[in-house]
């Protein structure tokens, strides 16, 4: 078993920056790779960015040269440095753990990008 608990949202004027971690627990060995989802209102929930366990990243177009993911295996946490915010960034964000047996979920922290 795996627990995520995310953390570091909330209201942010455009241009802005936020920075999200996500503290996991559990069978922490299992864990390949790591990343950061979205779902804004009425929309499917999609990939921001993803980090394998040699540090390999990938972004969504979207987020590239915005947003950059990072993890510390040493304090087991994942990490997204958002910044040059968008008003269409606004969205619930999730953590993410994939193990060969099945992903996690965390519960979600919502962003919100407003003047």
């Known amino acids: 078993q795996v627990q995520l608990a995310e953390s570091g949202g909330g209201l942010v004027q455009p241009g802005g920056s936020l920075r999200l971690s996500c503290a996991a627990s559990?069978?922490?060995?299992?864990?390949?790779?790591m990343g950061w989802y979205r779902q804004a209102p009425g929309k499917q929930r999609e990939l921001v960015a993803t980090?394998?366990?040699?540090?390999?990243?990938n972004y969504a177009d979207s987020v590239k040269g915005r947003f950059t993911i990072s993890r510390d295996n040493v304090k087991n946490t994942l990490y997204l440095q958002m910044n040059s915010l968008k008003p269409e960034d606004t969205a619930v964000y999730y953590c993410?753990?994939?193990?060969?047996?099945?992903?996690?979920w965390g519960q979600g922290t919502q962003v919100t990008v407003s003047s």
């Open positions: 980090i394998g366990s040699l540090g390999r990243t």
């Open positions: 993410n753990a994939m193990t060969s047996v099945r992903p996690y």
């Open positions: 559990g069978t922490l060995f299992s864990i390949t790779i």
